[in-house]
């Protein structure tokens, strides 16, 4: 009898177990490539936060690309619920499609930005190359690692840095073609996203000089064990990636109510500090201020310095015709 009964428990605490999981919220979460730590704890804190107030259990799923791919697959199908991609240039192209509704900017505090980033350099150990500044990057014999701007954030960002490295200082843009051209010749191979240009430079031990996410760079450095270094160029972009409610997936699958919820806690105190602990540039001031010896001081242009906005910086100097296809020879 007591072998019965206890098995009767066990059957129905598997059926409570199953009935629990059927009854939870599932979100997806399209973002872009090097993001996949900081959503893993912002999603568990979310998750813990949302059924201790609500009741409610919540499963969030990530999906990670380089962001100009990622958008592609949201437009062609992909059901995210909410996008956190590498900047404006991708979610607008989602909201062309009439995925997302409205002036979706304006929905969230900051302009829809939890946080900001930039591109800084991440170098071999010592900094044998003498690497300081963009202009160190097309010394004879620099290889330098950076994503394809057509697909990756991180690749447009960093040429969106190098071309204004040039601009912001009095150069013209025959001379800011000029020295994209050079960079982009000591580029030895383009990976699709950031995630598989850090592994080119950090695994595959290529290259002299990585362009990367100030996050990412952090990252990297932490997990080399002292191998590679940070380097902070005196001037570099102000990278804006934006985070959106996908209209036509949440309305289909009933799920705004929680995905409006997880998007607004991504201004929390507790949010904002697990941005700033990954190394992201959280909006709260007050966060930021505690942890202002992360963020080392450099100029950070907006993209309006250097075009009138980040569609026309991408339609100038990625689209089909720009100056990116003007100026690279594949190897």
């Known amino acids: ?26 979100l997806l979460n399209v973002s872009y490539d090097p993001t996949r730590e900081l959503w893993r704890d912002i999603n568990a804190s979310f998750a813990a ?15 990670h690309g380089g962001s100009s791919s ?16 590498a900047s404006y240039i991708d979610t607008d192209a ?40 963009w202009p160190d990057l097309v010394k004879p014999g620099v290889e330098v690692i950076t994503p ?3 697909t990756s954030g991180n690749g447009y960002l960093s040429f969106f840095s190098a071309w204004g490295s040039v601009v912001l200082r009095g150069g013209s843009r025959a001379q800011a073609t000029d020295y994209v051209t050079k960079l982009y010749r000591q580029v030895p191979v383009l990976d699709s996203g950031a995630r598989g ?15 990367s996410w100030e996050n990412e760079a952090r990252l990297e450095v932490r997990e080399a064990g002292g191998d590679l270094e940070v ?27 929680v995905a409006e919820a997880y998007l607004r806690y991504l201004y929390t105190d507790a949010a904002q500090e697990i941005i700033a602990n990954h190394f992201y540039r959280p909006a709260s001031e007050a966060v930021l201020a505690r942890h202002a010896a992360s963020f080392p001081a450099l100029r950070l242009f907006a993209i309006q310095e250097i075009a009138a906005s980040f569609p026309d910086a991408y339609k100038q100097f990625i689209a089909e015709g720009g100056v990116f296809d003007r100026i690279y020879k594949p190897r």
């Open 1 to 26: 009898m007591k072998t019965g009964l206890l098995r009767a428990a066990a059957v129905a605490a598997a059926l409570l177990t199953v009935a629990a999981a059927a009854s939870a919220v599932e």
């Open 148 to 150: 394809n701007p057509k």
């Open 231 to 257: 380097v902070y160029p005196p001037i570099s972009i102000r990278a804006e990636p934006h985070v959106a409610l996908v209209d036509a997936s949440v309305d289909r699958k009933k799920t705004r109510a």
């Open 49 to 63: 936060a949302y059924q201790k107030e609500n009741g409610v259990a919540v499963v969030i799923k990530q999906s």
């Open 197 to 211: 240009a850090s592994t080119t430079f950090v695994q595959r031990g290529i290259g002299d000089v990585h362009l």
């Open 94 to 133: 989602i909201a062309q499609r009439g995925l997302i509704t409205g002036d979706w900017v304006k929905r969230l505090p900051h302009n829809s930005l939890p946080y900001t980033s930039t591109i800084v350099f991440v170098v071999r150990k010592g900094n044998p190359k003498g690497i300081k500044d």
């Open 70 to 85: 990622q958008a592609r697959s949201v437009i062609d199908g992909l059901d995210a619920d909410v996008v956190t991609l």
